[in-house]
């Protein structure tokens, strides 16, 4: 076996969907402008990499064709690099990383450019036509459950009070904006040219989020439940891009690794609880790895709800000070297709910085899916 | 003409930004400037908080929240030298004669040589605002009153200079009538101009002798609204919606202006029950309540009303006066009933009839101004001298001499005659020179009522009636009650179908000038049909409407609907029918069945999503307009103006807007006649629409709004049944769906949603309640 490395990962500012400052960013310009980044910033040979495999949960309208080669045409890559649109909703980039790692070990080729990238703004959630099986939603209609009911479910499932997800959020948000204001962010980020301004930042964050304001809002998706627009994650605009190449390679090109892939997984679930998808896939993850969640320095896991993530941390028995040190996409944002290459990225520079042997990044996946990934220090 | 291409607005309190509002509504750019506060960062935070504030009013300064774009915000201090460029330059500072004339100095340097400037004033003489200052300015200076808010109040008045040029009151008077859609009064330059001067004795009149004569609020109210055709804010609550801590200071200026002797300075006394109200903070709708106010103190929401006696609040009762009763026969028999409310109305009236009858020539020319005055801009539906007629000028002299009034020399003029009379269909007033004179109307104004006057109609029922407007063209009047859409009105259109070729017209405008185009269907027919299960005939009666709304699409000639304010459910529909609108710029179009639990059913299901369906700009599939069309019709989406109409596609891009309501009939006879030239009905067309998995995607929205407490059971069940009409049915995606096949969905939907009983109590609720009930 190969050691796989994540070489490299940069993204692009996240902000709110349909109200923030990408709004007028085609979702391809804003992919290629990550991976141009993400290349200059490693110094990787464009010439060696084999494939730019790229997630997006709603690959239609700006996001269709291939819009994977197009990047890499648009990116300025060589023509000799080819290109691949993944899609598995929310798990869409992390699957490329795995889709990467998998090719490699087959030694086909040895570096990949691995990103995701959605604009919610610009493709709505579900696409510009929604046209689900009429006879499949008769039979099981949470196949097509909405995401914030799956949350209710899982929050009712684990009895997970309006006052623990707020609790939850809150401190989300209070990481985020400590991350952000001592500088934690900024090297990751590749500033985006948009209507004649720079956007270097997060634009999702609350600072003023307070346990109160919280309170004060109302159920986002059931009038008797407990999930609010403060407690989800936002609809955001955003794309992020990681390397993955071999050990080898890294070392004979003067790359600065930041993890080696040590093991991954996917998992189904039930569809109306998706958010627990977690727990399985990493489980089967940690396994993998030959590790158990006690053995785990750094966790990533994708804040999709506070309900899903708080059943997700309480069944894995993780660490609540090691997962999301700053901040989660309660409070940074989640573009579907952008945010497996974020967490992914983000595990392995945390585990750098930090220090330690073990990290996990994982999320939930609409319909009901889980995927994990172990990192290992380098 | 002088041409008017920009504009800049100084003072952005509530009237400059609402005057600046209007200007961009007519998509010139408008400069809005006020003053930069002690301290301030952002040294535009007056004007720039306050277009910010616009956004968020209601109702709506701007006709479309992008017209935002077309106001630049500055300050008077930084920012004067963008009047260099300004054709009009409107001031709408604090009413302090010192700090206007400082300013009108400082624009004197930075304006374009020529360019026109207005003050908005509306209580100093134009002689006083312009003393002293160079000869230059006076000639270009002029008032241009705006009336609050200046989007829905029509009312301008305009008053020239000893010194103005006479071309730029022209300029002035055409901006107004016609980019800004203005009724446009000329008045004299005297203290209060025409509305306020008479409105104000209005006010202070009925007050006083609410107190005098001992009428509970709600009393007062129920005789000076309705009966006088005052709206029904009537006095007391209309001083609630201005302010009763503003009255103080109209009074002051006034009293500070007015010449002795004038009546006012009788009428007036200084309140010391209102003078408590304004120190304890009962200032009306924005303060604590006033004359009246919402009780929510025990959960609930109790109108209340306040004792003029005790000054304690107690429930809002519905008075009961005989002579309000009386009232339903005409002025007269209100004033002559013996009761408080009669007498309280004819001292009202007569104190404040007598008064404008007194001030003509003084303040207008005309009496026909003062009408116009009072009607734009107090919302009356009788002018003062339309009043007298009504009571007639010879009794109301009597009762004023019987009274020991002073009877003013205009109404002993008049004599046995009246103000207004008819000569040769002609309408004319009577001058101060005793003669009559022809009512004029500005060029490009063609009125319906004015057509209408001794003319023949050429076909009519109880419900709509065929006008010949001339040039060949004919139009189609509404005039049933509240314009609601019944068999008369449908046999009427497919009467005009066949009129205007065998008759040698070349297009038809479906036009009327009630308050409203129309409110929709007439759905108590409905509710009766289906009380006695009459399926068939609701069949029978909802394809009637299909058929006939189809031949207006498919006709031979041009069809321009001419809506003005609200054009609900069928009334939208018959307009989605025409060829082309000519819509007044406060035109409220919406398809509101779901509200009556119902759908669309007179083609206005396939009017809409055959429009999304050819947008260009909208994204392609089978699902995008079935998915728009579902959000506009599912929600009852009614569209706060005509520019925001065009957003949702109730008009389309070529179709006109304008300004000036008077001026709607003859700019749509024209857009027909230009249309009949080269005319060529549109062919018949099919969509693709998605079936099933259409539906499904809608049905899941449906559920996750019902979850989420902002759908109720009902709304889901006319959801679903909409959904299915719009997802085209059984239909599959690769086949193609006929227009017939979508009216034949509609009638089914309107069908099985009239067998629900929760549709029945919708409907019924509605017509007992004029409220959409959420069941």
């Not at chain 2, 040589?113 to 006076?138: C, D, M, R, Y």
């Not at chain 2, 002993?412 to 004319?428: A, C, H, K, P, T």
């Not at chain 2, 059913?601 to 947008?615: I, V």
Request: proline fraction near 5%.
């Amino acid at each position: 076996m190969k050691d796989v490395v994540l070489a490299g990962y940069a993204r692009s500012p996240f902000h709110f969907a349909s109200k923030g400052a990408l709004v007028k960013v085609r979702p391809d310009d804003l992919a290629s402008a990550v991976v141009k980044g993400l290349v200059e910033r490693t110094g990787v040979n464009p010439d060696d990499i084999e494939d730019l495999a790229l997630g997006c949960a709603f690959p239609e309208g700006e996001q269709g064709f291939n819009m994977a080669r197009l990047v890499v045409l648009m990116a300025g890559l060589p023509i000799s690099v080819a290109g691949v649109t993944i899609n598995r909703f929310c798990g869409s980039s992390m699957q490329a990383i795995h889709m990467a790692a998998g090719a490699i070990q087959m030694g086909a080729g040895e570096a990949y450019i691995c990103a995701g990238v959605e604009s919610m703004s610009r493709v709505p959630m579900s696409g510009f036509n929604p046209m689900p099986n009429a006879a499949l939603y008769q039979t099981m209609p949470e196949a097509y459950m909405s995401m914030g009911e799956t949350a209710e479910n899982v929050g009712r499932e684990y009895n997970i009070s309006r006052e623990e997800q707020e609790m939850f959020a809150l401190d989300s948000q209070q990481k985020a904006v400590a991350a952000q204001s001592d500088g934690r962010l900024a090297g990751e980020i590749v500033p985006i040219q948009a209507n004649g301004s720079n956007i270097d930042a997060d634009g999702c964050m609350r600072p003023d989020t307070s346990l109160e304001g919280l309170a004060g809002l109302k159920p986002a998706f059931d009038e008797k439940g407990t999930v609010t627009a403060g407690t989800a994650s936002p609809l955001t605009d955003g794309a992020a891009a990681t390397l993955v190449c071999t050990a080898e390679y890294a070392a004979a090109n003067n790359l600065a690794p930041l993890a080696r892939i040590a093991s991954f997984a996917v998992s189904g679930c039930q569809p109306e609880t998706m958010g627990l998808g977690p727990i399985f896939s990493s489980r089967k993850a940690l396994e993998r790895a030959g590790i158990s969640a006690g053995d785990l320095n750094v966790v990533e896991i994708n804040e999709a709800f506070a309900t899903q993530s708080i059943a997700s941390i309480r069944d894995l028995e993780l660490d609540p000070s090691t997962v999301n040190i700053d901040g989660g996409a309660i409070a940074i944002g989640h573009p579907l297709g952008a945010t497996g290459a974020r967490i992914t990225g983000k595990a392995a520079q945390v585990l750098q910085r930090e220090g330690g042997r073990w990290a996990l990044s994982t999320q939930c996946i609409g319909g009901g899916q889980g995927i994990a990934t172990v990192l290992e220090a380098v | 003409m002088q041409a008017i291409d920009k504009v800049a607005v100084i003072g952005a309190g509530v009237m400059g930004a609402g005057i600046a509002a209007q200007v961009a509504n007519t998509g010139l750019p408008v400069v809005l400037l006020d003053i930069v506060p002690d301290g301030a960062k952002d040294r535009n935070v007056v004007a720039s908080s306050a277009l910010q504030k616009m956004l968020k009013t209601s109702p709506a300064p701007l006709m479309h929240p992008r017209n935002a774009k077309h106001i630049q915000v500055g300050n008077v201090e930084d920012h004067l030298q963008w009047l260099s460029d300004c054709d009009l330059v409107i001031e709408v500072v604090i009413e302090q004669l010192e700090i206007k004339q400082g300013l009108y100095r400082k624009i004197e340097q930075h304006r374009k040589p020529g360019s026109i400037v207005t003050s908005n004033t509306s209580t100093i003489p134009l002689a006083h605002l312009v003393e002293g200052l160079p000869k230059s300015f006076q000639r270009d200076f002029a008032i241009t009153h705006f009336f609050n808010p200046p989007r829905y109040m029509r009312l301008l008045e305009l008053v020239a200079g000893a010194d103005t040029r006479p071309e730029a009151i022209a300029a002035l008077r055409t901006f107004g009538d016609r980019l800004l859609g203005k009724s446009v009064v000329d008045c004299k330059d005297t203290p209060g101009f025409i509305a306020n001067r008479i409105g104000i004795l209005w006010l202070g009149a009925a007050v006083r002798f609410a107190f005098e004569i001992g009428l509970t609020v709600e009393e007062a109210d129920a005789v000076i609204g309705k009966p006088m055709g005052i709206p029904k804010t009537g006095v007391f609550g209309l001083l609630d919606l201005v302010g009763i801590d503003l009255q103080p200071h109209v009074e002051q200026s006034m009293l500070a202006t007015l010449p002795e002797g004038d009546l006012y300075r009788e009428i007036h006394r200084p309140s010391t029950y209102i003078e408590r109200m304004i120190e304890e903070g009962y200032i009306g709708r924005k303060g604590k309540g006033g004359f009246y106010r919402l009780n929510r103190s025990k959960g609930g929401k109790v109108k209340e009303a306040r004792d003029l006696e005790t000054g304690e609040y107690r429930p809002a009762v519905a008075p009961s006066l005989a002579s309000v009763r009386a009232g339903r026969q005409g002025m007269r028999a209100l004033v002559e009933h013996p009761d408080r409310g009669g007498r309280y109305a004819w001292r009202v009236l007569s104190h404040t009839l007598s008064y404008a009858a007194a001030l003509v020539p003084q303040i207008a020319d005309d009496v026909h101004a003062v009408d116009q005055a009072m009607k734009n801009g107090y919302a009356w539906k009788r002018g003062p001298f339309e009043m007298i007629d009504q009571l007639g000028p010879k009794w109301f002299a009597q009762q004023l001499a019987k009274d020991g009034l002073a009877v003013p020399p205009l109404l002993e003029q008049v004599g046995d005659g009246s103000f207004y009379r008819l000569e040769d269909d002609r309408l004319q007033y009577f001058g101060t020179d005793s003669a009559y004179h022809d009512v004029q109307r500005a060029d490009g104004v063609l009125l319906l009522s004015d057509i209408k006057r001794g003319a023949e109609r050429v076909a009519g029922n109880r419900s709509a009636s065929l006008w010949d407007i001339g040039d060949e063209v004919l139009c189609l009047e509404f005039h049933s009650k509240m314009n609601s859409i019944d068999e008369g009105i449908v046999a009427m259109i497919s009467k005009a179908i066949k009129i205007v070729p065998s008759k040698g017209y070349k297009a038809l405008v479906i036009h009327n000038e009630g308050d409203n185009f129309s409110v929709g269907a007439n759905i108590g027919l409905g509710l009766f049909a289906a009380n006695i299960a009459a399926w068939l005939q609701i069949t029978e009666s909802v394809k009637q409407g299909q058929y006939a709304y189809k031949a207006l699409k498919f006709a031979p000639f041009p069809v321009v609907g001419a809506p003005a304010g609200m054009a609900l459910g069928g009334g939208c529909e018959v307009l989605l029918h025409c060829d082309a609108l000519q819509a007044h710029a406060e035109t409220y179009m919406g398809l509101v069945e779901v509200g009556v639990g119902l759908v669309p059913a007179w083609g206005g299901c396939k009017e809409m999503l055959l429009r999304w369906s050819n947008n260009p700009r909208h994204p392609k599939g089978p699902m995008p307009a079935v998915s728009k069309v579902f959000e506009t019709v599912a929600t009852a989406t009614v569209a706060k103006s005509a520019e925001e109409a065009k957003s949702l596609l109730y008009l389309r891009p070529g179709d006109g807007i304008t300004m000036n309501r008077d001026r709607l009939l003859a700019e749509a006879k024209a857009m027909a006649l230009a249309m009949a030239k080269d005319y060529a009905p549109p062919e018949p067309r099919e969509l693709q629409l998605p079936g099933s998995a259409g539906e499904t995607a809608m049905t899941l929205v449906l559920n996750d709004f019902r979850r989420a407490g902002k759908a109720t059971d009902h709304d889901v069940t006319v959801g679903k049944i909409l959904a299915h009409v719009l997802a085209g049915g059984n239909t599959d995606p690769t086949a193609a769906v006929s227009e017939d096949k979508l009216l034949t969905l509609e009638r089914n939907a309107i069908v099985s949603l009239l067998k629900t009983p929760q549709t029945l109590d919708r409907i019924e609720h509605m017509l007992e309640t004029g409220k959409p009930l959420r069941n």
